[in-house]
């Protein structure tokens, strides 16, 4: 079946440390984005990629970084300089980047704890 | 991107249509309408987009008025397993990253 991974579900992490969520999709879309969703709230843009080997920050980029490396693959690194790293973490991909009507297809997340 | 408004909660008797309205009176004349999903601790699913004319698929029908000012969602025979946060969502076709607000949580009640 075609869809998004990410791995793994849950993760914890001692504070300080850095640490990388894996997102993976064999759908063939061009674009991929990392979204943060704190409790009760909406989701919050962190960084997108439309094609591979270029990336752009979205609305909460300090803290994260992104590699874009291969066209599946977007992985997320939380380092210590994200003040608040507790979050759930959302990945999608959509066939065109947002210059084109074209749905998201979103991963069933990773849920972060730094203690 | 166009701002939506939504009520923060509605609910459902199983089997009954459920009607979630979406107000976006700024809305520009090439934004799109979009309406996602999210089941509780997993990933938004994409339910369904449309323009300025009625869309409707598998999953619901999306009904927009004619000035584009707002929006319902239609899930003509709601069930248990349609309990969730539904997100409206404006887009334009171009440079505009989807921006998701705080949604309206529908519980269908047995």
């Known amino acids: 079946d075609g869809g998004i991974t990410q791995s793994p579900k849950y993760l914890f992490r001692k504070e300080g440390q850095n640490v990388t969520l894996s997102c993976e999709q064999n759908?063939?879309?061009?674009?991929m984005y990392w979204y943060r969703q704190d409790p009760g709230q909406g989701l919050r843009l962190i960084y997108y990629s439309q094609i591979v080997n270029d990336f752009q920050k979205g609305d909460i980029a300090e803290g994260y970084s992104v590699s874009r490396e291969k066209k599946e693959s977007f992985p997320l690194t939380v380092t210590s300089a994200q003040k608040n790293p507790t979050a759930f973490y959302l990945c999608?991909?959509?066939?065109?980047?947002?210059?084109?009507?074209?749905?998201?297809?979103f991963g069933n997340g990773t849920r972060l704890t730094v203690t | 991107d166009a701002k939506t408004t939504q009520p923060p909660s509605m609910d459902c008797a199983e089997g009954r249509a459920a009607n979630l309205p979406c107000n976006h009176s700024?809305?520009?004349?090439?934004?799109?309408v979009y309406w996602y999903r999210q089941i509780h601790s997993q990933g938004p699913q994409y339910i369904i987009h449309g323009l300025k004319n009625n869309e409707t698929n598998e999953m619901a029908s999306l009904i927009i008025t004619e000035d584009r000012k707002s929006s319902t969602l239609i899930l003509p025979h709601a069930t248990l397993r349609d309990t969730a946060v539904y997100y409206c969502?404006?887009?334009?076709?171009?440079?505009?990253?989807?921006?998701f607000g705080e949604g309206t949580q529908l519980t269908v009640n047995p």
């Open positions: 999608a991909s959509s066939i065109q980047g947002f210059s084109y009507n074209s749905p998201l297809h």
């Open positions: 759908l063939n879309h061009d674009a």
């Open positions: 969502i404006v887009r334009v076709t171009s440079g505009s990253r989807l921006t």
């Open positions: 700024t809305i520009s004349g090439n934004e799109y």
